[in-house]
Structure formats: C-alpha cells, structure tokens
C-alpha cells in the first residue's frame, strides 16, 4: 500500500496512478461501443471483439444477409478489423446506422441484380476457386477460415439483420 511506501516513492505512484487512468480513458474513447447500451445480440457480440479487432489480438469476419435500402436481398462477408479501421462505427453503435456488406468488403452478392464481388483485405485473402468452396486465408498466419464448416462461425439471433454470423481468429504472434 502507498502508506507504506517513503513520500517520493509515494509520489511517484500516484502519478502513474493518474497516467494510467488518464490512457484508459482516451483508450477508451478509441472504442466506438464504449459507454453504448447495446440491446442487439449483433451489436453486443461486435462490441465485445472491438477491443481484440483494433488491437490485433483477434480478426473477424461478419457474414451478413439483409434487405438494402432499396429492399433488395444482399448478403456478403465483412472484414472487421479492415472496417474498423477504414470506417467510424460510432453511427453503427448508436443505431444510426446499419451495418452492412458492399461491393468492396471481402465478398458480397445482390440477389436483385445478380451482382457479385470478392475482394482480399489486409487482413484475408480471398480463395473462391477452392473444391471445399469458399474460404478466407489469414495474410498474417496463413490460416484458413471456412464459412461453411459450422464449428468455425457464431450464429446469432439479430432483431437488426435477417441472418448475422460471426467468426473469429485468434492472432498467432510469432
């Protein structure tokens, strides 16, 4: 305890005391859910991997199918640590706007026009030729994500979106 510490020794904790909650609090105004009250499965499971995606602890990739606003059918696949470093997702958090898969995210598809992209991230390349379907390979680990092996996806119940799932890959740190 700092009672039992000499008055400079002292002094100095306190001052790093005050340092260290002076950075959580500016770290904290870095997370764009911090301070939310999130009543969305979808928006609470996004909110708890914020911290991991921006720090490089974890990468995850959101499939999504929903209606646009012009009601078509879009379903894609979303690169969370690329957006949430390319986008402000305060809008997303505060309900003000939805989360949704374009064109350039890692692979999207308009079932109205029939229009379909694929593109690699910083964080995935895309693999679309593969026999086993569809698969994400991590740039950093070269690990690969298979959207269509259940074990590997969190699907979530979303009062927001038709049809949200979640998968997530620990970072290996070599």
Known sequence: SSEDLSPAVGHRHL???????????????????????LKDNFLKALAEREEANRSGKMTSVIFIRDYNT???????????THRLKTQDF??????????????SDLCYYNWKTQTSTSNSSPNFEVIYDDPNG??????????????????????????????V??????VRMF
């Open 15 to 37: 001052g790093l005391e005050k340092h260290f909650k002076r950075l959580s609090v500016v770290f904290s105004r870095t997370l764009a859910s911090a301070g939310k009250e």
């Open 70 to 80: 012009l009601g078509q059918e879009v379903s894609g696949y979303i690169d969370y």
């Open 90 to 103: 305060e809008p997303y958090f505060c309900g003000k706007k939805r989360l949704m898969p374009g064109p």
């Open 134 to 163: 569809l698969l994400f390979k991590s740039k950093r680990d070269k690990t690969m994500l298979n959207p269509r092996s259940r074990s590997s996806g969190t699907l979530l119940q979303s009062d927001l979106y038709v049809h």
């Open 165 to 170: 799932m979640l998968y997530d890959r620990s």
